[in-house]
């Protein structure tokens, strides 16, 4: 059974620092792209940052400059550092990612439960 584990998230002062975590684990044979989406109260999930199989990363504009998206293919890990916080990336946000569980079947997405992260002004 594939699981995914986010811990990371807090309450933290506009300006501060948070790095969030999302372990997988389970039957796995690949790991392909991975990302953090996030969903504020009354708005529609977004998408934060995405990393390639091959270490390409993307961001969304609002946070472009201030987060960094990396991996760790040996720990089947994936990090999102958040600096320079402001109260409008108050949201809880969401692992993502995409893995095929054997190598005859396609890949699908998975999603981890979710992390609170509240910046105070």
């Known amino acids: 059974q594939v699981q995914l584990v986010e811990s990371g998230g807090g309450l933290v002062q506009a300006g501060g620092s948070l790095r969030l975590s999302c372990v997988v684990s389970?039957?796995?044979?690949?790991?392909?792209?991975m990302g953090w989406f996030r969903q504020a109260p009354g708005k529609q999930r977004e998408l934060v940052a995405g990393?390639?199989?091959?270490?390409?990363?993307n961001y969304a504009d609002s946070v472009k400059g201030r987060f960094t998206i990396s991996r760790d293919n040996t720990k089947n890990t994936v990090y999102l550092q958040m600096n320079s916080l402001k109260p409008e990336d108050t949201a809880v946000y969401y692992c993502n990612v995409a893995i095929q569980e054997s190598s005859w079947v396609v890949g699908r997405k998975y999603w981890g439960q979710g992390t609170q992260v509240t910046v105070s002004s």
């Open positions: 990393i390639t199989s091959g270490g390409r990363s």
């Open positions: 389970g039957s796995i044979f690949s790991i392909k792209d």
